[in-house]
């Protein structure tokens, strides 16, 4: 019997000697198929464990008072059942055209302050009040519509969660905008505006993503148009209430005769009245007081163009 258990013995160290050699435990062609495989551990939090859909969350059949539904209005969300979705939709909203949307019909704002390579936020704390990250739970769905998937990835916030990203750039909701469709937080600080399908400013020419030395004059010395501004309800540009506005043409101010001061890069015509009549003043660049000029509570409209 001792001859037989030794003998058993012997037969299981060979076969596991054969197991590890075949599973590359003698550091040779198995660890190089282990070390290949290694990058695809690694590799951004794009996919993961994430579902990517094509379509709405509705035409999903996604549950009722979940994911962008669930999400309060202007509030971060905190609730597990808010983050199990996440809806991409390119569309229209205001004078953004286009323009990314979540399931609730709000828009979608990029921070020139982030960066996009590498993928990283740079809004943190109070900011993070102010622009609630569009985050997602690390099993949960994303559905597209209108966008290319390949544009749509997540980054890892410092707190742990995943915060959604379009063309690299994390993407945040706006506490004012209180209704789907508001676009208040367009051009905020200058730094703050519309996602675009692809990454883009929203309100820009292809290819706004320019610096400042890119930015050319206009005839006889004139600031080149602007293409966006931001009125603030106070002067010198404080954040007591904002509304951005963009696009070509006159555009109406939504919440008109209360502005104090104003940013834009670039020149445009402030209005009085509304679709552009009334007194009128060009300005050129960012206005800290408007009653310099005449214009304290009293912009209707604005012209870019």
Known sequence: MFRTRIGMLAAATAA??????????????????????????SAPAAGGDLDFLSGTAKANRAAPRTGDWANEPGKPAVQSKAKKWVQLSAAKAGALDPVVVNGAGFTLYRFDKDTATPSKSNCEGECATTWPPVVVSPRGKIFIDGIDESAIGTVKRSDGTLQVTIGGWPVYRFSKDLRPGDTNGQGVG??????????????????GDQG?????????????????????DDKDF?????????????????????????????SLKIWSGPDCTGRSEVVE??????????FDNDISSVFFG
Not at 190 to 207: C, I, L, M
Not at 212 to 232: C, I, K, Q, V
Request: include cysteine.
């Open 212 to 232: 400042e030395g890119d930015r050319g004059e206009g005839d006889g010395g004139r600031a080149a148009p602007a293409t966006s501004a931001t009125l603030f």
């Open 16 to 41: 596991g000697a054969m197991l590890l050699t075949a599973c590359g435990g003698d550091g040779t062609e198995g660890a190089d198929d282990t070390d290949s495989a290694a990058p695809a551990a």
């Open 190 to 207: 200058g730094t703050w505006f519309g996602v675009t399908p692809d990454g883009q400013k929203a309100g820009e020419p292809a290819g």
């Open 238 to 266: 404080a954040d007591n209430g904002a509304q951005g506005l963009a696009g070509e043409g006159c555009q109406n101010v939504s919440r008109d005769n209360i502005a104090s001061s104003l940013q834009a890069e670039g």
């Open 285 to 294: 660049g960012d206005v800290a007081d408007l009653a310099t000029v005449g």
